[in-house]
T-cell receptor, first 108, second 114 residues
Framework: GQQLNQSPQSMFIQEGEDVSMNCTSS?????WLWYKQDPGEGPVLLIA?????ELTSNGRLTAQFGITRKDSFLNISASIPSDVGIYFC????????FGKGTRLHILP | NAGVMQNPRHLVRRRGQEARLRCSPMKGHSHVYWYRQLPEEGLKFMVYLQKENIIDESGMPKERFSAEFPKEGPSILRIQQVVRGDSAAYFC????????????FGNGTRLTVT
């Protein structure tokens, strides 16, 4: 079946640093989505991508839909404390499947 | 504009009891998805429904689990004869058009089986 590999599993960074995470799939996707989940809450949509090669920004966040349609990345620039949380990639068509998440920690 | 509403937020059941989880999609959304999340894990797809139809239930266990999205009222995820391994957070998401439209999530129901 379809699988998503998300990396890294966790990141420990200093405030102000840039962050990069990515996701690869075993099959072609027509939609890539990036979500953030805070403890005790549901995932919140950050960026949605629909075209191969598409590069989309949302404030300090930038995501790209890979040309092969089998990968996507998310960058966060100039990280701040409220960026802490779990970031999930998701992709698919009618059925949307999720990666296992990247846990972002910011060191004091 | 209310988001996706799930209730209850927390549900405790003893082994063998039934659990009913409810999800009211966002206004104007007719597509509902259910996902299950274990601690420190991602979200695992369970089922995708439109009004009165199950579109994809490939992630649902073959026994004890069922889902519906009736013409009127919320979507229901039903777990019969719960076991300890059913303890998890169950998230519902809705979208207006199904495929190619992003999912909007509720805050989940945390099921604990004692």
């Amino acid at each position: 079946g379809q699988q998503l590999n998300q990396s890294p599993q966790s990141m420990f960074i200093q405030e102000g640093e840039d962050v990069s995470m990515n996701c690869t799939s075993s099959s072609i996707f027509n939609t890539w989505l990036w979500y953030k989940q805070d403890p005790g809450e549901g995932p919140v949509l950050l960026i949605a991508l629909y075209k191969a090669g598409e590069l989309t920004s949302n404030g300090r966040l930038t995501a790209q839909f890979g040309i092969t349609r089998k990968d996507s990345f998310l960058n966060i620039s100039a990280s701040i404390p409220s960026d802490v949380g779990i970031y999930f990639c998701a992709g698919g068509d009618d059925k949307i499947i999720f990666g296992k998440g990247t846990r972002l920690h910011i060191l004091p | 504009n209310a988001g996706v509403m799930q209730n209850p937020r927390h549900l405790v059941r003893r082994r063998g009891q039934e659990a009913r989880l409810r999800c009211s999609p966002m206004k104007g959304h007719s597509h509902v998805y259910w996902y299950r999340q274990l601690p420190e894990e991602g979200l695992k797809f369970m089922v995708y429904l439109q009004k009165e139809n199950i579109i994809d239930e490939s992630g649902m266990p073959k026994e004890r689990f069922s889902a519906e999205f009736p013409k009127e009222g919320p979507s229901i995820l039903r777990i019969q004869q719960v076991v300890r391994g059913d303890s998890a957070a169950y998230f519902c998401a809705s979208s207006p058009k199904g495929g190619y439209s992003p999912l909007h999530f509720g805050n989940g129901t945390r099921l604990t089986v004692t």
